[in-house]
């Protein structure tokens, strides 16, 4: 298995479905270490310490965090699991970004930014990270968050250590979708 398909596997299993391993998050979404690699043993494939510590130190981008001691490790966000999260509330910047793609326009301009199955809406600080995460669906579309008159107006963000800035929902008044009237 590539380091790529074992952190998607260890995604999968951390962020949607631990039951499929045997696996039980805790309230925070961390798991032992140990019982994630047994997870593995059990599918006849090889996960130990200095793999994920591999897979983390390799990858362009921060999905898993490792407890100081390293005995527990979690995913970071995109969780479709219900957990409580404990991220402190942060200060945004002024404008977040989020990547999308045209046929999502129009409910986007209904219904502003939902999280989905996810249990946040997820937004990046740059232009360039949000159509990343766009491209996966087809040609990006970035979309501009005033974050900052969110803020003022009671919305809660946070940030995760992988600099994702979470939010409950992001109302279409304060989103500017390019080509939109």
Request: glycine share 8%; proline share 6%.
């Amino acid at each position: 298995m590539s380091l790529k398909s074992t952190s998607k596997f260890i995604a999968l299993l951390l962020r949607h479905d631990p039951g499929q391993a045997g696996l039980t998050l805790d309230a925070h979404g961390w798991v032992r270490v140990r019982d994630l690699c047994a997870a593995f043993a059990e599918r006849g494939q090889r996960l130990d310490l200095e793999l994920i510590q591999n897979i983390i130190g390799s990858s362009d981008k921060v999905r898993f965090e490792l407890s100081a001691d390293q005995k527990h490790i979690r995913a970071l966000h995109g969780h479709s699991v219900a957990l409580e999260f404990d991220y402190q509330p942060a200060a945004p910047p002024e404008v977040l970004y989020h990547g999308t793609v045209r046929k999502f326009l129009e409910p986007i301009g209904a219904e502003g930014l939902v999280p989905g199955s996810r249990q946040f809406v997820h937004l990046a600080a740059t232009t360039s990270a949000a159509a990343e995460v766009a491209r996966r669906r087809g040609k990006p579309v970035v979309l501009v968050v005033d974050a900052a008159r969110m803020a003022s107006a009671g919305h809660e963000f946070f940030q995760t250590a992988s600099g994702v800035w979470l939010t409950a929902h992001v109302p279409p008044t304060y989103l500017t979708i390019p080509g939109a009237g």
